[in-house]
């Protein structure tokens, strides 16, 4: 039933080819491809520095087909800014210009250059997925990092001391038209919300959760398992903001124990008992804090 | 149409008339007044472009980045920390081989807070891949604005006009607006090459393994090659049609020289008058002003100094641990001349941080060159104020150059 209903509700066309060069389970390859399907031929895009810097493939290879301009890291939402002007000199408002950012050049280095683009309220379509640290130049941990985690910068006796940043209150807090958290695991969710942006005038920002086998220390295969069990355990909600003042959620968060997301990764194998039942606990704030946002 | 107007003014002219489409920049002094009188401009109607008003130098040369990767004329104007700021995104913007146009208005570098004019903040970009063109009059800024989309668009070269804080940026000169239908014929629309373009997709600046990496920034140096004789033809129809030329190098009054002064920007008009006093007193002192620093002019500084016993070359620049840019630059380009037309180059370093060079400043700079026939350092400093504040009455910033250590009187 539910296979038949992704099926159909992912377009049938193809803008990311094979031969791309993610690791096998990367969350961040399987959501370019089915933003892309959704988008269609008339979407160019603007990648600073991150993982897909590699995926999209050496010159004068393209794993994307359509025109890509890879950036320098901080700069991706101003490059995009640039592009939006010059198609829209060309009397071209209908091409959706695209920035593609890891986590380290959405919530770090390219802040930035969001933010000026939000507030100007660009019509562009930000995309950050985040697979929560710095993976392509070897898992170093990120403001997206969870708090917890280790990573190569965060060894295991002195382990991510933060919680992450909480990116969609920034973003909302531009009021920009229109944000949304979404995940590959969830197909349909995900491409209702690429066509709803994609029908948005304005800076449009979309928090993909990309789950990374080699930066998360996990099997490959269980990617999208793990994307269902953050959202289900309300680690990673699905969520919808309009305007900067309209929180939704787009599914229901059961709320499941946080326990088997973090015992099945090695990232997180050094916590114990006591320090997974603090990661309850801030996720169970958290998620008060969220629903306050929602009743609102 | 005659104007008078400041060199910020008619560095917004220029970019009116080029019909630049897309136009991104961030505030600082003394740039300011280019972009307020493009926002103006736009606002207007005036000027039919995307005016974007960004959070940082560094987003304005992305966003330039960004329109000129889509088929824009782009334009955005800094100074001093701005261009700073710029310079991860310099290297970008020229290894992409976009044409922006971008003007500079010279001014220090901090610390201290200084607005004051200094080359150094131009000068510490040239191995970015940009051309860079130096003016000196607020006539000349107009003209080679608009010169420089043409030049660039031709050899896909990103181009830094760069002109004096205050000295042009604040100073009102009648300039000579030319007609708009005149600069359409001169400089037609942009046609991109290559651009982001939906219709035939190309991925542009993608990873670049050694196998690859090494033919692009041959053809970059190349395109500099290039830009050097381009920017004489590019000059050659802008005198057809407008009657004014500036050259990569001018030489005034070389010919029978045995001492030149070698200048840049607005301290070539101090020198003009120096120089045509003491031509008048019978003396023979000549000038050479360069304005194209990249591609440097090699060839035309050898052929236009060979022969001349003294070359002072006046830097207003300090590339610490060095001297003088322009100095050091000269020597590298003079060394290939047979020794005995070799000019001997003493390099001055002055009016760093907007300290006035007048007539008696280059007064000074010539007497010190005639009294010594050899500097006896790479770096001879003019203007220096002693602990109390007064000129200096030892060591570097003596004006008789009989106590000057290490050199013959
Ligand atoms: S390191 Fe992680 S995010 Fe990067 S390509 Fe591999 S799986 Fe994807």
Redesign the interface.
Known sequence: MSQIMIKDALQQRELMTSGHLACPGCGGALAMRMVLKELG????V?MPACCW??I???????S?????????F??G??????????????GDTD?TVMVWAGDGGTFDIGL??L??AA??NENILYVCYDNEAYMNTGIQRSSATPWGAWTTTTPVAQPQANPKKDIMAIMAAHRIPYAATATPAYPTDLVAKVRRAKSVRGTRFLHILAPCPPGWKYADERSMELARLAVRARIFPMLEVEDGQHWRFTMDHPGDPVEPYVRAQGRFRHLDDAQIALVQERVDARWTELLGRVMN | MKKVIVGNHAVSWGVQLART??I?AYPITPQTQVVEQLSEMCASGEL???F?????E???M???????????R?FTATSSQGLALMH??LH?AAGARHPIVMADINRSLGPGWNIWTEQTDSLAQRDTGWVQLYCETNQEVLDTTIMSFRLAEQVNLPVMLVLDAFYLSHTAEPVDIPDRELVDAFLPKRQARLK???AE?????????PA?YMEMRHALQEAMREARTAFDEVEEEWEQRFGRRYGAVEAYHTDDADLVLVTSGTVTSTARHVIDQRRAAGERVGLVKIKMFRPFPTETLRAALAGIARVAVLDRNLSPGRGGIFAEELRAALYDVPAEDRPQVYGYVLGLGGRDIRPDTIDTVIERTRAAAAPDREDLWVGLLGDDGAPATTGRAQTSADSLPGVEA
């Open positions: 031929e008339r979407t160019i603007t810097s590699v999209a493939g050496p010159y004068p290879t393209a994307v087909q359509v025109p890509v301009y890879h950036t320098a901080e700069t939402a101003a490059v995009a800014s640039g592009i939006r002007a010059a198609l829209d000199m060309r091409t930035q250059a933010s000026g507030e100007r | 489409e897309v991104s039919n472009a995307r974007i008003k960004v959070e940082s560094h987003s304005a992305a966003a330039c980045m960004g329109a000129s990767a889509a088929g824009a782009a991860e995104l970008w982001l373009d939906t997709p190309h991925s542009f600046n993608a990873l670049v393994p690859s």
